[in-house]
């Protein structure tokens, strides 16, 4: 089968396609042949090593997919034939990928492989900041940042179907036009938010931030969030650097950081992300979970599909054909 390889730590330009042994299912899982794949900014930090969990190369890339199930083991919630989305921790940018059968789920019919090859890592680890760690309650206020990418889209959308205000933090206006697509009431510029976010809240600010970018920003989204009781979620570092906090800010303020690391219970917990699949099944049936994809591209174009995200240009999600 023909799958994207990184046999070196030089970046998306050094990623291969090549012809490797078809994935062989261990003892437990289901196979699922690959129809779309999704491409998310861990892809990119994995052809260089930066990913906090590192794999040797050469190794496949590629950690969630949609497809068809090729063969599930006895007993199992699936057959041969059935439309699902899978995530693994490497190995989605391959013709077919073995998955244990805990992270493969559903995909309803009304759903294209296009649109479920980008559900599995942004929307899961959207509900698990929005609804496990933040304890959004509908009604609160939300601030996104990077919200024109593929965790901030996704956090748009969900938030917004969990019935808060969403303001968006995006830094040009083709992205900005994004996120109001996507469900933003307001959207406010990189540049300025802590001021903006001042006048839309009347001063109070907002109750909830959800930041995968961190770096300089960090600071002012503590700035941003409402006394007492607000809480920053730490989802990301695209903007480079890891942010320190001064806790005073936190003790005099009563307001909480809170770390948002989906993969762990994702991949340690079976159960946990078919709970949080049937959670926002109901959304994804109804359309509030739309993902918008920015380019479907074949699999021979991997590299300019990593080069999108290296150089911030992405609008919405990519997505490979297989
Ligand atoms: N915690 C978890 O469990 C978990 C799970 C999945 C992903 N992640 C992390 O979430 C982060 C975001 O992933 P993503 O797939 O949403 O990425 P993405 O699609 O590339 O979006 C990132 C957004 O961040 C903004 N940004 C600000 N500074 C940037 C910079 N220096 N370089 C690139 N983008 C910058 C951009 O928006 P503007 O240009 O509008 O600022 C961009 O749209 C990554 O760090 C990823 O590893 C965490």
């Not at 034939?81 to 899978?86: K, S, W």
Request: proline share 7%.
């Amino acid at each position: 089968m023909r799958a994207v390889q990184v046999v070196s730590f030089d970046g998306p330009a050094a990623v291969v396609v090549r012809e490797v042994a078809a994935a062989e299912p261990g003892p437990g899982e289901v196979v699922v042949e690959v129809r779309a794949a999704g491409v998310a900014y861990p892809d990119l930090l994995h052809t260089r090593g930066l990913y906090q969990e590192r794999f040797e190369p050469p190794f496949t890339l590629g950690g969630e997919c949609a497809g068809i199930v090729a063969s599930a083991p006895d007993r199992s919630r699936f057959a041969p034939g059935d439309r699902v989305v899978a995530m693994v921790r490497h190995g989605a940018f391959a013709g077919c990928v073995a998955v244990p059968e805990f992270l493969v789920q559903p995909l309803p019919d009304e759903v294209s492989f296009v649109q479920g090859a980008c559900l599995p890592v942004n929307y899961l680890t959207a509900h698990h900041a929005l609804c496990g760690r933040g304890a959004l309650a509908a009604g609160e206020t939300v601030l996104v940042h990077g919200a024109a990418g593929g965790i901030g889209t996704a956090t748009v959308q969900l938030a917004r179907a969990l019935g808060a205000r969403v303001v968006a933090v995006t830094s040009s206006e083709e992205k900005a036009a994004l996120a109001r697509r996507v469900g933003a009431h307001d959207v406010v510029g990189a540049a300025s938010f802590r001021e903006d976010v001042r006048a839309l809240t009347g001063g109070e600010g907002v109750d909830v931030v959800v930041d995968p970018v961190g770096g300089d920003r960090f600071t002012d989204s503590l700035r941003c969030l409402r006394s007492p009781g607000g809480r920053v979620l730490v989802v990301g570092f695209v903007g480079g650097s890891i942010p320190t906090v001064k806790v005073n800010r936190l003790l005099l303020t009563n307001t909480d950081v809170r770390g948002v690391g989906w993969g762990g219970p994702a991949f340690g917990v079976p159960g946990f992300v078919t709970g949080q699949w049937d959670a926002l099944l109901p959304h994804l049936r109804a359309g509030a979970l739309d993902p918008p994809v920015a380019e479907v591209l074949p699999v021979d174009r991997v590299a300019d599909a990593l080069a999108a995200l290296d150089d911030r240009r992405a609008l919405g999600k990519l997505v490979l054909h297989f």
